[in-house]
């Protein structure tokens, strides 16, 4: 009897055990959509930021969902994925939003010029601040 | 006097039409390959920034190792923060020379370039292969290779070894357009 109730308690211990494995495993990608930003600011102060001092700046800004407030300067497919270039005061340096797939079909309604707010990760800074897996969340 | 001015003159006009000869894409994509017998790894990475300067053929790519993206959010967290360690070493880069840059034309060609790649904080010099076609509008850059994850001190941990190659596929496919603002 006791033998019994030990078996089953390490089998209990074991599917639990064998399922949180399976869970960490299949961890989800972030939802950047359902998610609500980490901070909110403006296409010139992230880039400022970043060409100020790029090392503070990536602490404060990578992995983290950024809500970016700016105008759109110009709009690419590339490889059926939207990108959009945010304008800013800086002569070579800009914003770039990698759009989702979903944010991606909404982007024939955007025109040149327009004021937008996208949200999405920010993975760091080349020529331009780089964000991926933009969502709009004004448009 | 008048030839100072012409001096000055031929001066812009020359740094004028070096900047047109420069050649440039934001969204470059790199894509690395681990093929094991239990399980394929793969992950993509469409920003990546590289400039070709087309006067001296010399090319400089800059790479953001948190924009690679993996099919599983757990390898992409491992990826980041235990092997390659990319808040330590956020970028990776590549300088080179393209060789017989002269020859590149319409055509397709293959040719090489020579230069030192940076992964990890370590740099290591090698000569790459690629694909290379030139026209006015673009300059297409396309080939893989091969890296060892020992050339750039990537330890990968004994429990995962038999999942992770230790040679690691990399191919890259750049579409550069002239570069202007």
């Known amino acids: 009897m006791k033998i019994k109730k030990i078996i089953i308690g390490i089998l209990v211990l074991g599917i639990i055990g064998a399922f949180i494995v399976y869970k960490t495993y299949n961890k989800p990608h972030v939802n950047v959509a359902a998610a609500s930003a980490d901070i909110s600011l403006t296409a010139d102060e992230i880039l400022n930021d970043f060409s100020s001092n790029e090392n503070s700046a990536n602490s404060k800004y990578l992995e983290k969902i950024i809500e970016v407030k700016g105008v759109v300067f110009e709009i690419n497919i590339e490889k059926e994925k939207g990108i959009i270039t945010l304008k800013t005061n800086d002569d070579f340096g800009s914003v770039l939003c990698h759009l989702s797939d979903e944010a991606t079909k909404k982007v024939n309604l955007l025109k040149e010029g327009q004021a937008v707010i996208v949200k999405g990760i920010c993975t760091g800074f080349l020529m331009d601040v780089i964000l991926l897996k933009c969502e709009f969340v004004s448009q | ?181």
Do not use: W
């Open chain 2, 1 to 181: 006097m008048k030839t100072l001015i012409t001096f000055f003159c031929c001066f812009i006009f020359v740094t004028v039409s070096n900047s047109q000869e420069r050649y440039l894409t934001k969204n470059g994509a790199i894509t690395f390959y681990s093929k094991m017998p239990i399980e394929d790894i793969k992950a993509d990475n469409n920003q990546v920034l590289s400039i070709i300067d087309a006067s001296s053929g010399k090319m400089a790519i800059s790479i953001l190792m948190k924009s690679f993206m993996f099919k599983k959010a757990l390898m992409q967290e491992h990826f980041n923060e235990n092997y390659v360690e990319s808040d330590k070493f956020p970028k990776a880069t590549f300088k080179g020379n393209i060789l017989n840059f002269d020859a590149i034309k319409q055509a397709a060609i293959k040719t090489q370039v020579k230069g030192v790649l940076t992964i990890h904080g370590i740099s290591k010099e090698m000569t790459i292969g690629a694909n290379f076609k030139k026209t006015k509008e673009t300059i297409q850059v396309n080939g893989d290779f091969f890296i060892e994850m020992d050339d750039f001190d990537i330890e990968i941990p004994a429990v995962v070894a038999k999942k992770i190659a230790t040679k690691i596929k990399v191919s890259f496919n750049f579409n550069h357009k002239p570069y202007k603002k």
